[in-house]
């Protein structure tokens, strides 16, 4: 088993930059590969805004994972139209890793969910819109660590969640670890930022991060 993964958060209503980002990959990546998405596909805009955007996400991927962020209207949840799966509180399975997620910048993590997960030994790809404090995925300006607290006593409480994908502080994008759980915060969409990872057998972890505009066309 490869599991190719396609990692893009905060897109924030950017579609042509996104259409630039999924041709570019479709061409670099092979397939199959699943697309990971951490919060902020709007900017503060309407669930059809929202529809549109997964569903040009959907033309170059069949598994899309994703949750909301705080720029996404969360209260329409209902109204949503799309093939992608919204993973808060949800798990999926795919090749052997479940998928689960909490989104917002705040975060209610269903620790009911996490503790059924370790209790049947599931190896874990942890979804959420704020990174986990104290990590490379969480620097702001003068270094400060903004993330959060929570998410980071998730992840080393419970040792089968071995991929923690993040976004929301555009500031540090990142392919690092804490202990043996890989984070990965993509950088922003709005930046020209994704990440593209491979998951082999072992759940050892090959990624890299990159930018479209420093790409050779």
């Not at 259409?19 to 951490?38: D, G, R």
């Not at 479940?98 to 790809?125: D, Q, R, W």
């Amino acid at each position: 088993m490869v599991l190719r993964a396609l990692i893009l958060s905060d897109i924030h209503n950017q579609k042509i930059t996104l259409k630039n980002i999924l041709s570019k990959t479709e061409e670099t990546i092979k397939k199959p590969f699943i697309v990971l998405i951490a919060g902020d596909i709007t900017n503060f805009g309407s669930i059809e805004n929202m529809s549109s955007l997964l569903e040009l996400v959907s033309n170059y991927s069949s598994q899309i994972y994703f949750i909301f962020g705080n720029c996404d209207p969360i209260y329409d949840m209902k109204k949503l139209k799309t093939s992608s799966f919204h993973i808060e509180s949800n798990p999926q399975r795919l090749e052997g890793v479940t998928f689960v997620g909490f989104g917002s910048a705040n975060p209610k993590i269903n620790k009911k969910i996490l503790k059924k997960l370790e209790k049947n030994a599931e190896k874990v790809c942890l979804l959420t819109h704020a990174p986990p404090y104290g990590t490379n995925a969480d620097l702001v300006s003068l270094n400060k660590h903004a993330g959060s607290k929570e998410i980071k006593r998730i992840i080393e409480t419970y040792p089968n969640i071995f991929l923690s994908v993040s976004g929301h502080l555009h500031d540090s994008p990142t392919i690092s670890f804490l202990g043996d759980c890989c984070i990965v915060n993509p950088g922003p969409v709005t930046q020209g930022n994704f990440a593209i990872i491979e998951i082999d057998e072992n759940y050892a972890i090959q990624g890299k991060i990159h930018n479209i505009h420093e790409m050779k066309k």
